[in-house]
């Protein structure tokens, strides 16, 4: 297989936690990755450690200009975009706040990366995915998702809701739509920042596997969605929570 045959997955957020994940198990799969990233310091790094199969390219998904440039950059450099990973968000405790406890200011913020990213990157992903033929994208919503009694939450449940329009917005081009909801998982940024008391409270009393998650365990199902394994699966979301919440 050429290189420019072999599959090309944008992600979001990608120089760090669960977005750096999905791209070492992807280039492990013979996919190219570009990641995507705010920083542009440790999109280089992870690319430089990942390899030459990995593209750091600066995006800010909150600015549409941004997001334009990064996938102009990304399709320049691999020729195609196969799969639109949206990854980047605002989360951690300081989003976990009632919903009047956070002013204008603040909502603006969250909604414009963690609502209006997905769509500005679906939207200038949009062609290239076309053109792959089999183009799929992977939304992160999350377990808060579900009960949606904070900030951060009701943007999660605005992702889920954006899987479903753009499933339906998108099938016509042949491009399939999903989500993963993931539970509290090991990443850096969540581990520091989420109190011990509280994760243990959450894995006691709301789990059925009794332990935090693990970004390895996203990887499977994220495989999954990005492969023809998945073929006739659109619109859906996955929850990897070790058992939370149940729902019928």
């Keep these: 297989m050429t290189g420019q045959d072999r599959r090309v ?11 750096r994940v999905f791209a070492e198990a992807l280039v492990q799969d013979g996919v190219r990755v570009v990641l995507a990233d705010v ?15 990995a593209l750091a390219v600066v995006c800010d998904t ?18 195609r975009i ?3 990973i949206n990854n980047a968000a605002r989360h951690l405790m300081a ?6 406890e956070i002013g204008s200011a603040g909502w603006r913020e969250i909604l414009d990366v963690n609502v209006l990213g997905v769509v500005n990157c679906a939207r200038a992903c ?42 339906k917005e ?16 090991d990443s850096e940024s969540a581990v520091a920042d989420l109190p011990e008391s509280l994760l243990r ?25 990005c492969s023809a394994d998945s073929a006739f699966v659109t619109g859906e979301t996955l929850v990897v929570g070790g058992g939370h919440p149940l729902r019928l």
């Design 201 to 225: 409270s959450f894995i006691e009393d709301k789990q059925l596997i009794k332990r935090q998650g693990r970004m390895a365990d996203l990887v499977g199902a994220m495989r999954f969605f």
């Design 39 to 53: 920083d542009p310091a440790a999109g280089e790094a992870a690319a430089g450690e990942i390899g030459p199969d």
């Design 126 to 167: 949009r062609p290239h995915l076309r053109a792959s033929g089999a183009g799929t994208v992977l939304n992160m919503s999350s377990v808060s998702g579900f009960s949606a009694t904070d900030v951060y939450g009701i943007t999660k449940l605005a992702v889920r809701g954006l899987t479903l329009a753009l499933a």
């Design 170 to 185: 998108f099938a016509g081009d042949g491009i399939r739509v999903n989500c993963l909801a993931p539970g509290p998982m």
């Design 95 to 100: 989003w976990s706040r009632p919903v009047t």
């Design 62 to 79: 909150a600015d549409e200009a941004s997001v334009d440039r990064a996938v102009a950059l990304a399709a320049d450099r691999f020729g």
């Design 82 to 84: 196969d799969i639109l």
């Design 9 to 19: 997955a944008f992600i979001t957020g990608g120089a760090r936690g669960i977005g």
